[in-house]
């Protein structure tokens, strides 16, 4: 009887530090850094400008970011195949926990002339279409990020490849391209115009329109 009441103790306290191992894991393997939330540029990050097929997209190589992520409305716009992500959690570095609407298996993604595929997950992020985590810098080997300079360099297929970021821009006037491609994206919140009148000169106007989109 001895026995038999130590084996039902057993059965009955194993499967609960099991189901906290396994939750704690997947919050531990997968998180956001702050900036990618915030939309602003910080250590470790270089930006790009890639395309997939004929559409140009804004890409964040991030080294604080665990995984490769994709804003859900800019998938829904490349048109492939998309996955279900189920469960998967994604902690931001304030602490918020993001859930993932889905995945894309081989995302084709040409940068500089450089044709890669990975895997990424679409989740609600800001500041750039795509973010390239630790992941990705992974499968490069040994490399070299230059935050000053904005190049990321490494050895592939038999040859160096030096990637060279781009520099923060100034806001400038909006182009009939951009605005189209914004547009085609779902990424313009509003739209407003604003014109300004003088009274003492009245020929004098001031016209201006802006737009804001949602990264």
């Known amino acids: 009887m001895l026995l038999q009441l ?30 990618v939330m915030r939309g602003a540029n910080g250590v470790g990050t270089i930006r790009f400008t890639g395309e997939v097929g004929s559409i ?14 994709i804003q859900p409305r800019v998938a829904q716009v490349l048109k492939q195949p998309i996955e ?18 889905g995945k894309i298996q081989q995302l084709p993604l040409q940068i500089q002339g450089q044709e890669i595929k990975i895997p990424v ?25 230059d935050y000053a300079a904005l190049t990321l360099k490494f050895f592939q297929h038999g040859q ?5 970021g781009e520099t923060n ?16 994206t779902n990424a313009i919140e509003e739209c407003f115009a604003v014109q300004w009148l003088k009274k003492e000169v009245p020929e004098d106007i001031l016209h201006f329109e802006g737009v804001t989109n949602k990264y």
């Open 6 to 35: 130590v084996g039902e103790e057993e059965i009955q306290s194993d499967p609960p530090p099991v189901v906290t191992i396994e939750e704690t894991t997947n919050n531990e393997h997968h998180h956001l850094s702050l900036n």
């Open 56 to 69: 140009r997209v804004k890409i964040l190589v991030d080294g604080g970011s665990s995984d490769n992520f």
């Open 84 to 101: 279900p992500a189920t469960n998967l959690r994604v902690l931001v570095g304030n602490g918020q926990v993001l859930t993932a609407e």
């Open 121 to 145: 997950y679409l989740l609600q992020i800001s500041g750039a279409d795509i973010i390239l985590g630790s992941t990705w810098l992974a499968t490069l080997g040994p490399h070299v990020a």
């Open 160 to 164: 160096f490849i030096t990637l060279q």
């Open 169 to 184: 821009l100034e806001p400038s006037p909006v182009q009939f391209h951009q605005l189209r491609r914004l547009h085609n």
